[in-house]
């Protein structure tokens, strides 16, 4: 079996759904949590209820997207979302 054959195209759309989705909702809810104009508890309660549907709508949206680029391209958006959720951890380790 090629690389070209659609089955990897499908087990390669699945892990971007599944793993990057994953991470896609942990670093936009973290993200979240911190950008939220309300309490402490309060933002991280809407934000981890938000991150239901969240995760739902990436996993839907991987399988109607037609382009695997697109969809990789949505996984590396985590990464400024991760700076913006955890930046505060990251300058304690530092210092």
Do not use: C, K, N
């Amino acid at each position: 079996m090629s690389l070209s054959h659609p089955a990897w195209s499908l087990l390669l759309r699945t892990l971007l759904a599944l793993l990057g989705g994953y991470l896609f909702t942990y670093t936009a809810t973290a993200a979240l949590a911190r950008l939220l104009p309300v309490g402490r508890y309060d933002a991280v309660v809407i934000a981890s209820l938000l991150s239901f549907a969240v995760y739902t709508a990436f996993i839907l949206w991987a399988y109607a997207v037609h382009s695997l680029s697109r969809l990789a391209l949505a996984v590396a958006l985590s990464l400024p979302l991760a700076l913006i959720g955890f930046w505060p951890q990251l300058l304690e380790l530092t210092a």
